[in-house]
């Protein structure tokens, strides 16, 4: 991974985002605070806004440049989430000599467990991170087994779909929708539709360039 395939990536999942506007808005309207779509809009836009300027880093930098952007940009309590994410990604391959499948789903898995915690949030309790943590327990587990690329992309789009629909009938604990209590039963979170319609953007992406 460079920063050009970061660019690729940050471009695709801009172009999933504002393709589903419909679909997350109508969840974050249910059950959120009904801005969790104009901050993950205002954070892809940043992203794009800073794209020459990423092209001459390493990809440890440029994720790191990502992070601090998003934490000046977005709104609400994504910025500082993703911006975790990112850097999280960032010190995990700094700390690597290699590049490799394997060394990416252990700087996927570190970024996770720094949303994890930023936001002293878990699975289960029906945030993105029932998405992000069993996509991140698969891919490192699939690197780890050797899988080829289009192994990984298949079923970690099937991983997002069932962490998506895992969060329609749990209690929210986490955020605004935990003061509905059984209300937000039901509803799927939109936070965790926002990370499924991008991780499938990012797999999508890898799948047809690995071709």
Known sequence: MNSATIN???????????AHEAD???????????????????????????????????????LNKIGMK????????????????????????????????????????AGVQAIMQRGKAQAGEKTMLDV????????????DQGEPTSVITTRLKIVTGEGLESTRNMLATKGRASGLGERAI??????????QVMIEAVCDLVSSHSQ
Do not use: W
């Not at 850097?87 to 060394?103: D, E, I, P, Q, W």
């Open 132 to 143: 992000l943590i069993p996509v991140a327990s698969t891919f490192k587990q699939l690197a």
């Open 70 to 109: 998003l934490l000046s940009t977005i709104g609400g309590a994504s910025g500082p989430l993703f911006a975790s994410f990112f850097m999280g990604m960032s010190k995990s391959l700094k700390a690597s000599a290699t590049m490799n499948t394997l060394v990416l789903a252990q700087a996927f898995e």
């Open 24 to 62: 997350i808005e109508c969840l974050d309207r249910e059950i959120g605070d009904g801005d969790h779509y104009i901050n993950i809009k205002r954070g892809c836009e940043a992203i794009a806004s800073i794209e020459a300027e990423l092209a001459p880093l390493s990809a440890t930098d440029a």
């Open 186 to 195: 039901g509803h799927l979170d939109a936070g965790a539709k926002s990370c």
């Open 8 to 18: 690729h990536a940050a471009a695709a999942i801009r172009s999933a985002i504002l």
